[in-house]
């Protein structure tokens, strides 16, 4: 936290430095295709007079100083910027949070131990021949990035961040019919990513059953019991997007529609988003130097909370968040999720099941979209019949209202996941992000 330096009078400017590494193995049917390190440092110096931001990013840090009495010879000082209504939110914090050191700081780690653990799945994932297996790939990857931010309040952050992962991936063909399947898993060094080869096997005799055996299903309403990275990906996209607020600022009909404490969905419904949590949307302090919050965004059905930068905060009078991130340092930070969750509920997986008379297991989706109505592409799905669940089926889409489908839920399982693999694009930026739920079930949705 040594950095030093000369803010200028009547302005308020932040600075926010980014030491990033990435590196990488990757084999596609035994042929090395990735075999990676790639570092890069920058900057991006704000500065705001009360009416317009300037801004101008940076690789050399020892033209930072530079950068900034530059932007402030454009702008126009105001002695009052600190009563500016989005400035005056602006918190001062000073941390050092370093979290990763020694041997197992990423750029500590060798190649070889990527290369063990890559090897270590090629030999036990690809080894016995499979004939619906027509390709396959691997891969085991690492981030680390380090980030400081300063700011002319007084606010001198610096924290870190890593996280290593593991893809076995697999392209599987029969009778022509293709589906693709794999598994994705996390931690914070290559060796904490052993040990998931039975899991590995079995989601790819999963898929290998599913392209097989699969039988279209009739579309129609259907009840449906959702997987735990499904509820994942519905919390995040159907209402985790609603809860950013700058898409409320040129929105009075969006804003009508959620007020706080108004009762958005059944009493079992509760969804936080925290970027506490040290998984892969962790962010103790956002980029604008505000320090993380868990903010409970429904909270046993009742709308509670919304998440915020300076400028949403300020325009619906309510508190900072912790929630204003950049992609990287060449962009402006704006209103993003972090670690979004549906909470746990007491019901187990086979209570669930067993209550279900009829109806669909959604066990995976690929990707969704979400608004007032939200669309999620479904890859595998099962029949379930008089409490059990049945064949697979071929379902290609769910679709709902999003303020129906919160109140039509009416059992929350108590198998709670939160899911590392996700990156969430908004406004031509992708941020990591992680999701998280239980199995879930949903008295109806539509399904074809």
């Known amino acids: 936290m040594s950095e030093k330096f000369h803010f200028p009078e009547g302005l308020y400017a932040d600075i926010r430095i980014e030491e990033t590494l990435s590196t990488g193995v990757c084999m596609l049917n035994g042929d090395l295709t990735r075999d990676s390190l790639m570092p890069e440092t920058g900057a991006l110096i704000r500065v705001y007079d009360g009416k317009m ?21 454009l702008a126009t000082p105001d002695p009052a910027i600190c009563e500016n209504p989005a400035i005056r939110l602006l918190e001062v914090n000073r941390e050092e949070r370093l979290v990763f050191e020694g041997e197992n700081k990423l750029c500590n780690i060798t190649r070889e131990r990527f ?63 293709q589906l693709n399947g794999g598994k994705q898993f996390f931690g914070k060094t290559p060796e904490e990513l052993l040990g998931h080869e039975k899991e590995v096997l079995a ?30 990906m519905f919390a995040h996209e159907s209402f985790g997007h609603k809860s950013e607020a700058d898409f409320m600022l040129n929105d009075r009909k969006l804003r009508d529609e959620w007020v706080m404490g108004k009762k958005v ?21 956002d980029d604008e130097g505000t320090k993380s919050r868990e903010t409970w965004l429904i909270k046993d059905g009742v709308l509670t ?54 109806g669909i297991y959604v066990y995976m989706v690929s990707n969704g979209t979400g608004s007032s109505t939200f669309v999620m592409n479904a890859t595998v799905c099962y029949r379930i019949r008089d409490g059990k669940i049945c064949e697979p089926c071929r379902v290609r889409m769910l679709t709902g209202s999003v303020f129906q489908t919160l109140f039509d839920i009416d059992r929350v399982g108590s198998d709670f996941e939160i899911f590392d693999s996700y990156t969430c694009g908004k406004m031509g930026q992708m941020v990591r992000v992680s999701a ?11 399904v074809g």
């Open 305 to 358: 909370g919304r998440l915020h930068d300076s400028t949403s905060a300020a325009a619906l009078s309510e508190e900072l968040t912790g929630n204003s991130r950049a992609q990287d340092y060449r962009k402006r930070p704006v209103v993003r999720m972090t670690n979004t969750y549906l909470a746990a509920g007491k019901d187990s997986f086979d209570d669930i099941i067993a209550d279900t008379k009829d």
């Open 436 to 446: 998280g739920g239980p199995t879930i079930r949903v008295r109806k949705l539509q």
């Open 115 to 177: 290369m063990k653990t890559l090897n270590h799945y090629v030999k036990e994932c690809t080894g016995e021949p499979v004939p619906e297996v027509s390709s396959w790939s691997i891969g085991v990857e690492g981030t680390y990035q380090k980030k400081s931010f300063y700011s002319s309040k007084g606010s001198a952050i610096v924290y870190d961040y890593q996280l290593c992962s593991c893809g076995v991936f697999y392209c599987l063909t029969s009778d022509g019919q």
């Open 53 to 73: 931001w300037y801004t101008a990013s940076t690789n050399d840090l020892s033209e930072i100083q530079k950068e900034l009495d530059a932007l402030a010879e």
């Open 265 to 285: 969905g059944s009493d079992l419904v509760s969804i936080c988003d925290s970027g506490e949590l040290l998984r892969h949307g962790y962010i103790p302090y």
């Open 203 to 232: 989601e790819r005799d999963r898929y290998i059953d599913y392209l097989k055996n699969a039988v279209e299903l009739e579309p129609g309403e259907y009840t449906c019991v959702l997987s735990p990275i499904t509820t994942a």
